[in-house]
């Protein structure tokens, strides 16, 4: 059965296990269960060979009781409208977590940008913010970049609004290049908020952070980022992986010489590996073994770091895993049933609503300073940072403490409560 649920269905799981513990009326449920605006287009473009291209593309603005809807824009051949909605309920979650002043959206193009050019996918991006540009604006819907996106794709939908509306418009979207309104820290800013999180929480459980072995999965952006940041921190990094397959190590790994050879290679495997060709001899003079992605979740290490997939820990193998503790880097990598067992067995999991926040704390920056026309150094960007981020978790930590609950359930529900009282301030529901 869990094996046909959709990523809504996984996402409204968590919800609705929520609207029971808060016991909220139903069209308080209703209303926190169903999205506002569902945006469908068909997104027409020219290829290079002057022929016509369409692909779905959409749109989900999930609710903006807080503030303006808030969400990225992911390219990819999964990202169909399941997808979409599911994201755009946790980022409605997401927002009101870290409590800044947004609601929670989300977009995607069905397509695989790497079979585009860079000319194609410009025509691409530019029809797709034409077919909502009617429906976004920063006071409306704030949309960013996501898997697949990045800063110039940002650029060139700001650029087709502008010369749209014939306005000037920084704030529109965020996750912009620097020299065209974007901001500071925008790049490891969801690692940071992570990182954050786990100095923390290594602090309060009594782990030493320099004795704690991590497991990263996933070497994009977040992962290599956070395997940065704790390796300095004095962690010792013992198995890593992307979407080629991963390595472990009991002695550990250096993420700096990895990511070099995963730039030059791309793979993790790379210094020792050309495709499926391995220098065993290397391997054993390292002490280093070659591991699948499923091997990574279930080594032995005390912080597990899923920073790539969704539904990645499953009901399968979530008894094998023997991580203390998991920080959901990526979106919905422990699916229901998995949370369920791990919450049993005691292992303690951050939800992705608080773990990879820092993304959309640092695109609400870069929208404040778009809005005054600031430019914030570096440093404010991290002190703020910091402030939202432990600021948020001290108030999910204490109300998993006084309602003995796990993070992820108090994470919703903080979250949940704060949606509610504005939809009652503005007379949505009855008081």
């Not at 209303?31 to 959409?58: A, C, N, Q, W």
């Amino acid at each position: 059965m869990a094996a046909h649920l959709t990523p809504f269905d996984r996402a409204m799981s968590f919800m609705h296990a929520s609207f029971q513990r808060l016991k909220l009326s139903e069209r308080e449920k209703k209303l926190l269960s169903t999205p506002e605006h569902i945006l469908r287009h068909e997104i027409s473009f020219k290829r290079d060979d002057g022929k016509t291209m369409k692909v779905h593309g959409y749109r989900v603005q999930f609710n903006n009781a807080r503030g303006p809807y808030k969400g990225g824009i992911r390219y990819h051949p999964d990202a169909d409208i399941e997808e979409v909605k599911a994201l755009a309920a946790l980022m409605t979650v997401k927002t009101a977590v870290v409590n800044i002043p947004f609601g929670g959206a989300k977009g995607g193009i069905q397509i695989d940008p790497k079979k585009l050019s860079a000319s194609e996918l410009e025509r691409l991006s530019r029809a797709y913010l034409r077919s909502i540009a009617d429906d976004i604006g920063p006071d409306i819907d704030v949309p960013a970049p996501d898997i697949n996106t990045n800063p110039q794709i940002m650029a060139w939908m700001r650029d087709e609004y502008e010369t749209m509306k014939h306005v000037y418009a920084p704030d529109l979207i965020t996750g912009k290049p620097m020299s065209y309104g974007g901001s500071l820290g925008k790049d490891k800013a969801t690692a940071r908020g992570g990182f954050f999180i786990l100095q923390q929480l290594a602090k309060l459980e009594g782990l030493d952070l320099r004795q704690a072995r991590v497991a990263v999965q996933g070497f994009g952006n977040a992962g290599s980022e956070i395997a940065m940041f704790l390796h300095e921190a004095g962690a010792q990094i013992v198995a890593v992986s992307d979407s080629r397959g991963g390595i472990y190590s009991k002695v550990g790994l250096d993420p700096i010489r990895i990511e070099q050879y995963k730039k030059k290679t791309g793979s993790v495997r790379g210094q020792y590996c050309e495709g499926s060709v391995c220098d065993l001899k290397k391997l054993k003079m390292d002490q280093t073994e070659v591991i699948s992605n499923e091997d990574l979740l279930m080594c032995d290490c005390d912080i597990l770091i899923p920073a790539a997939l969704d539904n990645v820990i499953t009901e399968k193998n979530a008894k094998s895993i023997k991580a203390k503790i998991i920080l959901e880097l990526a979106n919905g990598p422990v699916s229901p049933e998995a949370d369920a067992i791990l919450q049993k067995r005691g292992t303690i999991v951050v939800p992705d609503v608080l773990a990879n926040a820092g993304g959309v704390t640092v695109s609400y920056f870069e929208w404040v300073q778009g809005r005054s026309g600031e430019q914030w150094t570096a440093e404010k960007v991290d002190r703020e940072l910091r402030r939202i981020i432990l600021q948020s978790f001290d108030d999910v930590r204490s109300e998993a403490k006084r309602r003995e609950l796990s993070y992820r359930e108090a994470a919703f529900d903080t979250a949940i409560l704060r949606i509610v009282e504005a939809m009652r301030v503005r007379g949505w529901i009855s008081k």
